[in-house]
């Protein structure tokens, strides 16, 4: 069975040493009583928590998966998962990052990400159920009344309540703008809708005793397509104005989806037949009401993924100085043993040095970004506030599509490393790459993600956004541009940047004359903006490292080591990339339909 060890050495070094996020939270008002102490202490019992409570029940999970009684409606979740999530209540885990106003801590978001780093590594299925409600959480404290807010975000906050967002239909995947589902306004200013949700994480189980369903849907009078799209909150159970449960609800779950991978969590067909919701902001409004819990969701997925790839690593690693299978081509390295640990084979050391390094890299991206998050939410400077939110938006496809592709190709070349025996269910790396493969495509496809990056986040704005985000690039390059020890990291960093915009300009000018040109050319085009930052981030850490070197912590030795590998072996990636971006529409349209 796999094990897991929270990496809390490096998610010190990342918080403290490479964003000095203690200096960097002090300037918010809300968290200007934060130290690294208590950063410290909640990610190491969190840690615990992970590793003690959780990850052992992650493979029996998936083996017994959900249960649904078609009789009751009701979902039995597997052996252990209720109980150990009564003990996450009780820990206080789901208030870390919540508003105290209604019961929340208000750590930053930045520490809960962290969190929920290890979460995932720990148990993927399992956190999904938690991790649901607090988007849940954060739309209704931007968008609810405040009597929504009194009744529904002290429960969620407890965790005594979970949440879900009820988006798509069997026949509109993405595509919202074709949903169906129905709202009849009633008499008492209460809403009754009918219609069919799939797809539903969470959507019904047995932690809690009411779940929160956020649910997208059509007033008699809504336009066609997203600009008609309302919001509401469908309770399993109808809440009474003092807080307490009332009567069921008529939306229950009419089937469990039976997935390639996260079998612990329920993925659910709902169908309402007549619910009772309320309005959550304007009507029509919706989309955008919904967006910050579909954001925060993407940032949660890219999450899912670098937890995955993070305990892949780890467990690969450790089967690999333990295996032995033939000698070393350059000769007996275990001349004791009858073969050489694997480890010690070169292709080996690539596949555990990818998994690494996209672990890493993904971590300081997520920190970076989660601390834009918190300035965003936070900050009291308008122009602070305002360029937060510009490099959330143009930060987050990348986070969602580049962390899980790395994320698939990660556990992957870890599965690999263990040969056939990581075919076998029992060491639980077959189990990585099967729950890795669904963050490529929930919360938006990595496509999706791809066009919003290219055609949204940076052209549509004459690339300003990105601009602003390679100027801190190209300010660290001509800091560290005279320092010889840094030259093998800023000399490939700034030949990436340059290209990086030397890209955009060419993809743009081809967008004005077909617009298709942006399809053709975006998933590319995001792979090679996602190099981009983890180069950045790699560097910036190479610097911290180089200067600690001389103190023999063997730490900034393997940091070393990993930036290298991560500039000899996985940038240069991006010189396909650039090219295949480049070949441009016409190899991908020119075979006829009928052809295919």
Known sequence: MPTYNPPLRDMQFVLHELFN?????????????????????????????????????????????????????????????????????????????????????????????????????????????????????????????????KLYLPKLTTGEWTGTMCLTEPHCGTDLGMLRTKAEPQADGSYKITGQKIFISAGEHDF?????????????????????????????????????????????????EHKMGIHGNSTCQMTLDGAVGTLVGQP???????????????????????????????????????????????????????????????????????????????????????????????????????????????????????????????????LQVYGGHGYIHEWGMEQFVRDARINMIYEGTNTVQSLDLLGRKVLQNNGATLKKFGKKIAEFIEEEGTNEAMQEFVNPLADIGDKVTKLTQEIGMKAFANPDEVGAAAVDYLRVVGHLTFAYFFARAAKIALAQEASGDPFYRAKLATARFYFAKLLPETATLIRTARAGLKPLMEMDEALF
């Open 21 to 149: 996020v203690v200096d960097e939270l002090k300037m918010l008002p809300a968290h200007q009583d934060i130290d690294a102490d208590t950063i410290n202490a909640v990610l190491e019992e969190g840690g615990k928590f992970c590793s003690q409570v959780i990850a052992p029940l992650n493979l029996s999970g998936d083996s017994e998966g959900c249960q649904l009684n078609r009789d009751t409606h009701e979902v039995q979740t597997p052996k252990g998962f209720k109980e150990a999530y009564q003990q996450y209540v009780e820990g206080g885990w789901p208030a870390l990052s919540c508003d105290p106003a209604y019961g929340g801590q208000g750590l930053p978001f930045t520490v809960n990400q962290f969190f929920y780093e290890m979460l995932n590594s720990a148990n993927q299925a399992w956190t999904m159920y938690p991790g649901l409600s607090h988007g849940a959480y954060e739309c209704l404290h931007a968008h609810g009344t405040d009597d929504q807010k």
């Open 208 to 256: 809690v005793e009411n779940i929160v369903h956020l649910v997208l849907a059509r007033l008699p009078d809504a336009p066609q397509g997203s600009k008609g799209i309302s919001l509401f909150i469908v309770p399993k159970f109808k809440v009474n104005a003092d807080g307490s449960i009332g009567e069921r609800n008529a939306i229950f779950c009419s089937g469990l």
């Open 284 to 414: 029509h409004k919706g989309l955008q009401a919904m967006f910050v819990m579909m954001n925060a969701a993407r940032l949660g997925v890219g999450n899912q993924s670098l937890g995955l790839t993070e305990v892949a690593y780890q467990n690969a690693v450790t089967y690999a100085k333990d295996r032995l299978q033939m000698r070393a081509l350059s000769g007996p390295k275990a001349p004791d043993k009858p073969a050489d640990p694997i480890i010690h084979h070169p292709d080996v050391r690539k596949m555990l040095l990818t998994a690494r390094a996209f672990a890493e890299g993904a971590r300081m991206l997520q920190a970076y970004t989660v601390l834009q998050l918190d300035k965003a939410f936070y900050s009291d400077d308008e122009d602070e506030k305002k360029d937060a939110e510009a490099e959330l938006a143009l930060l987050t496809p990348i986070i969602k599509a580049f962390i899980t592709d790395n994320g698939w190709i990660a556990t992957s070349h870890c």
